[in-house]
């Protein structure tokens, strides 16, 4: 996910919404999930001790306190009273198998240990490919040059997808534990480990349930999310072909571990960035006479001026960030640079066209004030546009009636929309789709950093959650429309 970097003041409102759900008691890796016999729908309480025969107990081993456990996961042992014949009852059961929580969590330090960054996800992807080899799962192999597409079930209609990002991002990881990045200046600071993780788990609980799957799931391991062409790379090579619906989660420091988040409709922002060369004119009509252009005043106006296309132009309901947050010129402290670079982000929900337009108009025409010139470069090829992410109301309502159904009511909560983004929104444009958050937040473990930070870490006990999760949505949606 690319993190915003400056928030007008509706989303930092937003934010503070955000922040305000976050409950206090954030063990959310719960001692016992009890099966409600009152209800006939499958519904699970977490942390509940209800007095109850037909349950699940699932006791962790070893407890997580203190700082040097940051990197010990919690090893899981599951006692069934009675059988069930639910199909999310049994998917929960699979990953929560102390075999399946340690290779998935193991999964997961492997690649945190050895971050690659975008388009360069060569040894994740082998790492990956190795893992489908032996769970005998066919697969496409390359896609957006590191990518790869598998695919398991009947090999016919409908097939349904769920996507992973796999780059790290160059960020040197200031956690100390047993598993940290051992590349200097690259981490896996945005938990595309997890995800990875997390899916290839759901690979193996679907792969056991092959027999079962009314269609095809389509599994999704993607380059390059934080530089947003491995998205659009994958489609253009093939990935979503047949696909009817897709299917993606993140990691969210936001939100206490465990729980599902989401909303129908805009989710996360389209974003966009920008770079201008800011040049004093060469030659003027009055001659030396007149002093040489300030290309720092002019850099400064501009600056000053994009300001105004958010807080005078834009729909206050709507809303867009124009951050500048990059300027680079002059290295002496006696004369004017030649040239000033200005650079920055930019985000909205809506039109993301307009936006780049106006910001090039501004700073073009805004410099010539000053007698001087600027290029404005948007890297379309290198970055490109992020469309917003939109979630399919039909999409958004089947996430949540499977969290719901998996993990508890009080498991799935509905999230704001943030100025942040994704390229899970490129697939989003083509089909149907909805992207959820999975929440890490554990205070008690210090897995309270936002992503893209050099502390950030994930609640590792979430992983086996997530991979259900995904594993029950991909079923289910085979199961309604297959
Ligand atoms: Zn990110
Ligand atoms: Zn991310």
Redesign the pocket.
Known sequence: ??KHTSLNFFSILITTIILSFIISNNNIIAVEIIKSSSSSSNTYFLGTNNNNNNHHTITPTKNKTSATSRGTHTHHSITKSQPSTSNLDEILRLAMVPGMVTWITDIRRTIHENPELAFEEYDTSALIRSELDLLEIPYMHPLAKTGIRASLGTGGPPFVALRA?MDALPIQEAVEWEHKSKKDGKMHA???DA?VAMLLGAAKILKSREHLLKGTVILLFQPA??KGNGAKQMIEDGAIKDVEAIFAV??SHQNPSGTICSRSGPLLAGCGFFRAVISADLGSPNGPQLRRADTVLAASAAVISLQGIVSREANPLDSQVVSVTLVDGGRQIGSVPGDVIIAGTFRAFSDMHNLLHRIQEVIKEQVKVFRCHATVDFFEKELTLYPPTINNDRMHEHVKKVAVDLLGPEKFRIVPPVMGA?DFSFYSKEIPAAFYYIGIRNEELGSIHC?HSPHFMVDEDVLPIGAATHASIAEEYLNEHG
């Open positions: 996910m690319v990002d945005c938990g595309h995800h999310e934080e993140h990691v994704e992503a």
